[in-house]
């Protein structure tokens, strides 16, 4: 039988498993098994996992470090929205090596069709320093209240490889796969929305990211940043978005989008007007796309005052940055 040290990662013998997707940590690892697990568990062992992402989450300590692993071999099915206010807490889907887009991951977390109005999404992050890598966030839930699949208003919280998707209220003003009101949260090699479900209507952006400011109390997009992520649509109305805030003060300081792809399904009723738009021009911060690619998509990555675009310009006339030609 082999020996297990979760203090210094998981290891057999002192040597590490799982592809060195777990780090040492100071704190302790709880596991989550939907299938094989039960939440009268422990969670500190694969024998002992717990059966619900809520459930590890309560075995949790604030800035303790703590790990929580998730088997992806099954969806983890929540019945209420978790609310995430611990500190320095990490989440990691197990199911090989992660997807370099976060695209498919073996580990989900989902909400189904629930009635407590402060259901408002699957998970709902306001702790410090929390990390989430290689597992994908659905949210199918059909409550009017429920108008996201992830409410991100942490600080310096980091997505890594995770995927975000919303199959309900695709007509619903401002439902999103992922609410942005955090400070200094960073996504990397995510993606968000989906090619088959179109999405929008007139007046409707239904963006995949919102931005709208205090939509959480007290908390705003601040600081934050998207690098190498995928951005999916199929665009009902060219009201769609793949990213909108309608309030002058929906950044603060600055956002970046590095290196975004933007992708209106071949088979969408409409082509979004714009890929990142604002209701108003913003007063309090500046949105700069660097390298952005986009296809199926906007004749524009932005046209609203305050985003900025700077990389590569396909075009012969310069008029659309980033926005993707067909081969002659």
Not at 53 to 69: F, M, Q, R
Request: hydrophobic content about 40%; aromatic content about 10%.
């Amino acid at each position: 039988m082999s020996f297990t040290n979760f203090a210094n990662g998981v290891a057999s013998f002192g040597v590490p498993v799982m592809g060195g997707l777990v780090p040492a940590t100071f704190g302790d690892v709880y596991f989550v098994d939907y299938n094989a697990g039960s939440d009268d568990n422990t969670g500190t062992s694969m024998e002992t996992a717990v059966k619900t992402l809520s459930k590890a989450y309560d075995l949790c300590t604030t800035n303790n470090n703590d790990i929580v692993l998730i088997n992806g071999y099954s969806q983890v099915v929540e019945t209420a929205m978790i609310t995430w206010e611990k500190n320095r807490c990490h989440v990691i889907g197990l199911n090989g090596p992660f997807s370099p887009m976060g695209y498919g991951s073996g580990a989900r977390v989902s909400l189904g069709v629930t009635t407590a109005a402060t259901d408002t999404a699957t998970l709902r992050v306001t702790g410090v320093r929390n990390t989430f890598s290689g597992i994908k966030f659905e949210n199918s839930n059909t409550l009017a209240t429920c108008l996201h699949c992830v409410e991100d208003g942490g600080e310096y919280t980091r997505w890594f490889n995770c995927e975000f998707y919303k199959s309900t209220l695709l007509t619903t003003n401002l439902t999103a796969e992922v609410l942005c009101n955090g400070d200094s949260s960073q996504w990397i090699n995510c993606t968000f929305g989906d090619l088959v479900n179109q999405r929008g209507a007139s007046g409707v952006e239904r963006p995949n990211v919102k931005l709208d400011r205090e939509t959480i109390t007290g908390k705003v997009c601040r600081d934050c940043a998207f690098i190498d992520c995928l951005f999916l649509q199929k665009a009902a109305h060219i009201d769609a978005r793949f990213a909108y805030g309608h309030n002058a003060t929906d950044v603060e300081r600055r956002l970046l989008f590095i290196r975004p792809i933007f992708i209106n399904a071949k088979l969408a009723a409409a082509t979004p007007a714009q890929s990142i738009a604002l209701g108003a021009a913003q007063t309090e911060g500046y949105v700069l796309v660097i390298d952005p690619a986009s296809v199926g998509s906007a004749t524009a990555i932005s046209t609203t005052t305050g985003v900025y675009v700077n990389g590569y310009t396909p075009d012969a006339t310069g008029a659309a940055a980033g926005i993707a030609i067909q081969a002659a």
